[in-house]
Each structure stands twice: as C-alpha cells, then as structure tokens.
C-alpha cells in the first residue's frame, strides 16, 4: 500500500512541475483555436439560452449582413420550381381509381353443425327458463356470459341460485361486511338505576350501539344526570337519539357541573338539536370533550356558523368531534381550542408547579 501512495505522489509531483507558459509558447495557431474550443463552457441543455451560447461556434465564414426575409422568401420560392415534380406510375384521371378495388368477402356461415342431443335433454333445455340456463352457463365455464355475481352464486349453490338471465340488468350492489364486534354488555335498566341513585362507582355511562332503548329511558337517563354527582362520561353513539333526547341533553347540562365527556355521534339529530346542546355551552364550565359528528341530516353553512360561535363562548371544552365542511368555522374552532388548551396547561403548571421539569443548581456550602 505504500508503494501505491509513493508511485501516485511522484505522478503528482511530475505534472505539478510542469511549466504552463512554456507548453502554451509551444503551441501554434491551430492547436490554440482547439484548446479554448475545449476550454468553453456551454450548456446544450438549456433551452432558455440562446443557440449560439449552447454550442460552439465552428464557422469561419464572416457574416453576409442583416437577415432580409423577402430576399430568402424569393430565393426558397425559385429554388423549388426548378425542382422537377416526381412522376406517377399511374396517371391521374377524374372518376378513375388507381390501385387494388377493395372487394368484401362473403360471411360464410354454417360452420358449426348443430348438435344432436338426447330427446330428453333437448326437451328440458326447450322448456328450461333464462335463470336455469344462467346456472348452466356457469357449471361450463362460460362465465363472460353473466355476471360475476351469478357466476360465483352459482358454482358456491348446488340449486338453482340465479333469479334474473342474460338479459337482466346488471346492477352494482354494495356489500359491507359486517363488523365484528361484540355486543354492548351494559345493563339499560341497572345502569339508569345506579346513576339515579348515584352511585359512587358509576363514573362512565357507555350506551353505544344499543339501538332498542326507547326515548323516554334516554329522557331518564339526562334526567338522573342533573342531579348525579359522579359520572364523568357519557355516551350515545348509535342509539337513534333524535332532538327530544338532545333537548334533555340540554337541559341537563344547564344543571350538570360534574360531567366532562359527552358524545351523541351517529344519531338521528338536527341542526336545532345540536343547538339545543351547544347553546348550554355558554353556560356549563366543567365540559371538556363533545362529540357530534356523523349525524343522519347534514348541516349547512348557517348551521356551522352558529356552532362555531357557540364553541367560542365556552371556556372549558378542549376537544370538539365535527368534521367542518367549512374554512371559515373550522379554523374559528381549532383557535379557539388552542387557546383553551394553553389556558387549562397554564392553570394545570400554577396549581402544581411540581409538574414541569426544571433544572436547580445548588452550590455546595463550604
């Protein structure tokens, strides 16, 4: 390896004592012309330079003058009549065609002989119907007559399983698959008693997906709520929760100073429903989470406007479920839960100072 380096630094040093002005004295004319030819710098790539500038200039030949375009004009003009026209091989003649006439072939039919079948089995397809001869169709294979649907349906069933034929009209049928998900084990009825007795171990009321409570138990449900003093959280999602239960659900946050979740999405409620709810936030100072999205009826732009402005005369919420269609509300909301976020941080740090990591020298007593 060391020898390498050597051979390569004596190679260095050799080139490095040459003398340029002495190689440049002994060029000639010629040869010097080539050297910046090579020493150029251009950018043949580049469309926006002009073309002189992305290519060497090779002609010797001085320049004629200024470019006089009528001059040229005339000049291409001459020079292409003195080109003689190529001859036809076939002359041209009005109403006469040159080349090979096209003549289209006969079809021939007949090809395929018909088939000779059993009495039986010529009398069952005769009288067979257009569904039955789908399934046929998709025993054989000849799945580009039909479907994918009858295809499959057919082959998985071993009677017949197809109700429509050919001639049906194909329709795209959306299937979702079910979700797997367990049952909601809450007792209805226990849980409304607990929390109208108020129990101290009830802090989370989860009806979700229940679709079967009647109106009048969600009714009772807000009712027992005004006056409990545990329950922190509660949730209706999927319950088919209409405006009646989001007026309660009002009216219950007007009292309520214990609760801090609440959720109602995936129901039946309005835009003056939810307003009935939103309009309590002006009011209640303990709600922290509200989650209204995903709603049966959709919501116009007066609508999003009111509840925007509804939010931002809250102090405490911190997290708002809706998906706003609008610029303008969404970025009003998302304000003004930063800000609500930065107030509850600041009062979180003053009441427990302990919480924030910080860094104390103590200098040693001598």
């Known amino acids: 390896m060391t020898d390498y380096t050597d051979m390569q630094m004596k190679e260095r040093e050799k080139y490095l004592a040459l003398d340029e002005d002495e190689l440049l004295a002994g060029l000639n004319e010629d040869e010097l012309e080539q050297l910046e030819l090579e020493l150029e710098e251009l950018d043949p790539d580049n469309e926006l330079l002009p073309a002189g500038m992305r290519q060497k200039d090779q002609t010797k030949k001085k320049a004629t003058g200024k470019l006089n375009r009528e001059e040229l004009m005339d000049f291409l003009e001459s020079e292409a009549k003195l080109i003689e026209d190529v001859e036809e091989t076939v002359p041209y003649q009005p109403g006469v065609k040159r080349g090979k006439v096209f003549v289209q072939q006969e079809s021939v039919e007949g090809v ?6 059993d009495p039986e089995l010529e009398e069952a397809l005769d009288n067979a119907s257009e569904a039955e001869l789908t399934d046929i169709a998709a025993i054989l294979g000849m799945h580009t007559l039909m479907s994918s649907d009858q295809f499959y349906s057919s082959i998985k069933s071993s009677k017949i399983a197809n109700q429509s034929g050919f001639t ?46 009647p109106i009048h138990t969600l009714k009772a449900y807000c009712e027992a709520l005004k006056t409990n003093t545990h329950v922190i959280s509660f949730s209706l999602v ?17 009292i309520n100073r214990v609760l801090k979740i609440l959720n109602v999405e995936s129901n039946f409620m309005s835009g003056d429903g939810l307003q009935s709810i939103l309009k309590c936030l002006t009011e209640n100072d303990c709600i ?7 709603q049966r009826s959709q919501f116009g732009n007066k609508v999003e406007m009111e509840m925007a402005d509804f939010i931002t005369q809250s102090s405490t919420l911190l997290k708002f479920g809706y998906n706003f269609r609008l610029q303008g509300p969404r970025s009003i909301v998302a304000a003004h839960l930063l800000k609500n976020n930065d107030a509850k941080r600041l009062t979180r740090v003053e009441f427990n100072p302990s919480s924030v990591v910080t860094k104390t020298v103590y200098k040693k007593k001598k």
Do not use: F
């Open 288 to 294: 922290e989470q509200l989650r209204v999205d995903n």
């Open 238 to 254: 999927n319950t088919r929760s209409n405006d009646a239960v989001a007026g309660a659900i009002g009216d219950m946050l007007k």
């Open 168 to 213: 049906s009209v194909t329709k795209c049928d959306l299937k979702v698959s079910p979700i797997n998900e367990p049952p909601n084990p809450t007792d209805v009825d226990k849980t409304l008693k607990l929390c109208q007795e108020d129990d101290a171990e009830l802090t989370d009321i989860n009806l979700n997906n229940i679709k079967n409570i």
């Open 112 to 117: 395929l002989r018909p088939a000779n079948l």
